[in-house]
């Protein structure tokens, strides 16, 4: 494959596109959203026969992008020069788009994750290349058709059907300015590494073993119904899907045995009936790579709570393991259905458990005490803190991670100025 005709191509998009102004940029967006309404079953049965989402949620997911569209469509121009007081006659800044950005995003949200970085890129004058994974091509060529049919100019938004070997040619040419990553702690530091050595912006959305903390005073009932999807949602299959129940052990008697009740509810189903909540995972391998971690949690101590049954090459009947602090389990992304159970004797010890781990993406703390949750609040490292929910990305809230779990934010006004370049401008004229 020729990526010199792509990246000229784009580049030569991007030099039309960043005099476009932003409302004309929001009119398109608008009809972009309109297309993923109007097609969101034919896009969410692509999403299930690629990677297995129950159908449900693949519908939901397309939903989310259109609003996540609109939400930008309707936006406030945040890349307006802002005056500053100074002693000089003028004193701005300008945010100005960098050009040609590269995206490497995943499978388990096929349309999600490459809108959402792609949106906010566009609509500040970039224009988008995607390196899509593997086995949701023909979702990334789908995208591509979107922005064609919501009339957006040639080449904003190419598909690149490529492996990750071509990654670093194409971040090698001078006219690719930055690079979204979606995947790995290992993807993540290969691709930043690249980009750093070739002096280029890059944001990392990388893994997550987020904790979802149940204290003595909480809601039960309500936290105990939440938990299974707040895992358990693509099949366990998210980055910030809560993967470790640290729960106050004043609470572990009431709390566990509705936990697991509720849990054991989601069971591998056809992923084409609406009413399947749980799936099998997206390739065999991935379901291997879980088996294994699985086993090496129980060597080192780990204790089964409900046992992770593997019925096929790519399903299991969703497990839980009771993980004490030390098990290595613990600094590993466990991707698929099989949760960790914590116990905690006090607030000052499960914020310790929650925090020592290499990740820190997004946690939940559910209590009724506004002292508590502040608490925990100022000290749990991560990019998100949910209260008395689980964690899930919003299109009008910053979205990113803490720690090994990445920099940069996706979503909210905010990922719009990720990749400009601020320019001051000062002096007297």
């Known amino acids: 494959m020729d990526f010199a005709k792509n990246i000229s191509s784009a580049h030569k998009a991007f030099r039309s596109w960043r005099e476009v102004s932003f409302?004309?940029?929001?009119?398109?967006?608008?009809?972009?959203?309109?297309?993923?309404?109007?097609?969101?079953?034919?896009?969410?049965?692509?999403i299930t026969t690629e990677m297995h989402k129950p159908i449900s949620q693949s519908i939901a997911e397309i939903e989310k992008c259109a609003g996540m569209?609109?939400?930008?469509?309707?936006?406030?121009?945040?890349?307006?020069?802002?005056?500053?007081?100074?002693?000089?006659?003028?004193?701005?800044?300008?945010?100005?788009?960098?050009g040609v950005i590269l995206g490497i995003m995943p499978w388990n949200f096929p349309f999600w994750q490459a809108l959402r970085f792609a949106i906010p890129a566009i609509l500040a004058g970039n224009v988008v290349l995607l390196k899509h994974a593997s086995i949701c091509f023909g979702s990334g060529d789908a995208i591509e058709k979107a922005f064609k049919d919501a009339g957006f100019p040639k080449y904003i938004f190419q598909n690149l059907k490529i492996g990750h070997a071509e990654i670093k040619d194409i971040l090698e040419n001078p006219l690719v300015r930055g690079v979204s990553?979606?995947?790995?702690?290992?993807?993540?530091?290969?691709?930043?590494?690249?980009?750093?050595?070739?002096?280029?912006?890059?944001?990392?959305?990388?893994?997550?073993?987020?904790?979802?903390?149940?204290?003595d005073d909480a809601d039960l009932e309500a936290a105990a119904?939440?938990?299974?999807?707040?895992?358990?949602?693509?099949?366990?299959?998210v980055c910030n899907a809560a993967?470790?129940?640290?729960?106050?052990?004043?609470?572990?008697?009431?709390?566990?045995?509705?936990?697991?009740?509720?849990?054991?509810?989601y069971q591998p189903a056809d992923p084409f009936k609406m009413e399947t909540k749980l799936s099998k995972m997206a390739r065999p391998d991935l379901a291997d790579?879980?088996?294994?971690?699985?086993?090496?949690?129980?060597r080192n101590g780990a204790e089964v709570v409900l046992p992770l049954e593997r019925i096929s090459e790519s399903e299991f009947r969703p497990g839980i393991?009771?993980?004490?602090?030390?098990?290595?389990?613990?600094?590993e992304e466990l991707f698929g259905p099989l949760a960790i159970l914590m116990i905690g004797k006090n607030d000052e010890e499960i914020l310790k458990l929650a925090n020592d781990i290499p990740f820190g993406l997004g946690n939940s703390v559910w209590t009724k005490d506004k002292k508590r949750a502040q608490f925990f609040i100022e000290n749990l490292e991560s990019g998100t803190v949910s209260i008395n929910k689980s964690t899930a990305s919003d299109a009008r809230l910053p979205f990113g991670g803490a720690k090994s779990s990445g920099y940069g934010v996706e979503l909210s006004l905010h990922a719009i100025k990720e990749f400009t370049q601020i320019k001051t401008v000062v002096g007297n004229i």
């Open 23 to 46: 409302t004309e940029r929001q009119k398109l967006l608008s009809k972009l959203a309109d297309v993923l309404d109007q097609n969101k079953e034919h896009f969410a049965k692509r």
């Open 69 to 98: 569209v609109r939400y930008y469509a309707n936006a406030n121009d945040v890349l307006k020069p802002e005056k500053i007081k100074t002693e000089f006659k003028v004193s701005e800044v300008h945010y100005e788009a960098l």
């Open 181 to 215: 990553l979606t995947g790995s702690e290992k993807a993540g530091a290969d691709v930043a590494s690249l980009a750093g050595k070739n002096i280029k912006k890059s944001v990392l959305e990388l893994g997550g073993s987020d904790a979802y903390i149940v204290l």
């Open 225 to 237: 119904k939440e938990a299974p999807m707040a895992k358990l949602q693509n099949t366990g299959q």
């Open 243 to 265: 993967k470790r129940f640290i729960v106050h052990q004043k609470a572990e008697k009431e709390f566990v045995p509705r936990f697991i009740e509720e849990y054991n509810a």
């Open 289 to 298: 790579e879980l088996e294994k971690q699985y086993r090496k949690a129980k």
């Open 321 to 331: 393991i009771l993980v004490r602090e030390g098990n290595p389990i613990l600094w």
